[in-house]
């Protein structure tokens, strides 16, 4: 069964919304200054790349990323091709994209994944607006995910954020066919935080599966 890598690589340089921090990684401990081993530490905003909300993200009350559900990362996932979002993704390109009832994770792969090819942030991209995220949540999906680094409008967030739906952000969508996944999302343990970084990976599902 195939494993395909959705999550994009993290350095130096790498796209960053704009204004947040960059990636910074530098040799705290070197074999060739004379330490025994090499130890680089690494500084960087917790919404870089390929990561999770939390509630905390847009509430000032609310929880970090480890109050989240594990379980909603892990499991059956649909990914659904949104080619013609127009300015952004409401109830009427969601309905289009024809999600399965009882889908709990769904990645949707939209015109942004090709803004990965771009040497700088952009804020061209698509993303939900509050009617889009209000959908997700009615259709009782637990968690949405994006190709960019955005899932969606400041209400969008709200909605979700404050729903428990897990937003995750930053996916590289390029090379995968819509269709029915084995999701595999992990974010780092971090402790109270509006955000994690995330390991994320698509496994084919066993034929009939
Ligand atoms: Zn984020």
């Known amino acids: 069964m ?14 960053i919304y704009r204004g947040n921090p960059g990636v910074e990684i530098e040799r705290a401990l070197s074999i060739d200054g004379g330490d025994g081993a090499n130890v680089s530490r690494l500084a960087m905003g917790v919404h870089t790349g390929t990561h999770i909300d939390g509630s905390l993200h847009f509430y000032d009350d609310g929880e970090g990323v480890d109050a989240l559900p594990l379980d909603a990362m892990l499991g059956r996932c649909e990914v659904v091709e949104i080619a013609d979002p127009g300015d952004a993704i409401g109830p009427a390109a969601l309905e289009a994209a024809a999600i399965p009832a009882g889908a709990e994770r769904v990645l949707l792969k939209t015109p942004n994944s090709r803004l990965w090819e771009l040497g700088e942030f952009t804020h061209d991209f698509v993303r939900l607006d509050g009617a889009g995220a209000a959908w997700v949540r009615e259709r009782g999906i637990r968690l949405i995910g994006i190709d960019y680094l955005s899932i969606g409008d400041h209400d969008a967030h709200l909605d979700l954020l404050g729903n428990g739906i897990v937003a995750l952000e930053g996916l590289d969508l390029r090379g995968i066919d819509p269709g029915r996944y ?26 009939g599966g």
């Open 182 to 207: 084995e999701l595999v999302c992990l974010p780092i343990r971090l402790v109270g935080t509006d955000g994690a970084p995330a390991r994320v990976l698509l496994r084919d599902l066993e034929e």
């Open 2 to 15: 195939a494993l395909r890598e959705v999550s994009v690589p993290v350095r130096p340089g790498m796209i």
